[in-house]
Nanobody, 119 residues
Framework: QVQLVESGGGLVQAGGSRRLSCAAS????????MGWYRQTPGKQRELVAA???????NYADSVKDRFTISRDNTKNTVYLQMNSLKPEDTAVYYC?????????????WGQGTQVTVSS
């Protein structure tokens, strides 16, 4: 079982920055992919950014060149640095961990943290 705890959400003005953190209850080098997703009312949860255990990253087009995902294996924490925030970035942000082996794919979610960007 993997527990994920997000922090860093809050209210920020458009154009500002915010850093989200996701602390895992296990050593994250054992997690194949960690990612950040976001969701707004009435919409499906969407991938924002992901990072593999090897350090490869993937971003949604809407956040490329503004957001950066990183991981610190010594702290078992994944970060999402968000710059040049826009009102449309307002959402609940969720941390996700995927553990993949020969027999299964297990996905774990945090409780979410609200980010509100004011115009």
């Amino acid at each position: 079982q993997v527990q994920l705890v997000e922090s860093g959400g809050g209210l920020v003005q458009a154009g500002g920055s915010r850093r989200l953190s996701c602390a895992a209850s296990v050593r994250i080098f054992s997690i194949n992919v960690m990612g950040w997703y976001r969701q707004t009312p009435g919409k499906q949860r969407e991938l924002v950014a992901a990072i593999t255990s090897g350090g490869s990253t993937n971003y949604a087009d809407s956040v490329k060149d503004r957001f950066t995902i990183s991981r610190d294996n010594t702290k078992n924490t994944v970060y999402l640095q968000m710059n040049s925030l826009k009102p449309e970035d307002t959402a609940v942000y969720y941390c996700n961990a995927e553990i993949i082996d020969l027999y299964s794919k297990r996905s774990y979610w945090g409780q979410g943290t609200q980010v509100t960007v004011s115009s």
